[in-house]
């Protein structure tokens, strides 16, 4: 269980009831595209994914 109290399994569940074929390596490697790009915030070893955190990036109160 992730530390939102969100299980990952459930994701994986609904993408496949959706015929969505997806694998980890995958979503690993569009998680460090995103991050390349400035989209998320990431901190830790992106390649442990127990080690490492990300979260979109804060809203800077002049750009809301």
């Known amino acids: 269980m992730a ?7 459930e994701t994986e569940d ?3 009831k959706a ?3 997806v694998s980890w ?3 690993a490697a569009r998680l ?4 390349a790009r400035g989209d998320i915030e990431s901190q830790g070893d992106m ?6 955190e990300v979260r979109l990036p ?3 109160a002049e750009e809301r």
């Open 58 to 60: 804060q809203v800077k």
């Open 47 to 52: 390649t442990l994914w127990r080690n490492s």
């Open 32 to 35: 460090e595209a995103v991050d």
């Open 25 to 27: 390596d995958d979503i």
């Open 3 to 9: 530390l939102d109290g969100h299980d990952p399994r």
């Open 19 to 21: 015929g969505v074929q």
């Open 14 to 16: 609904a993408l496949r």
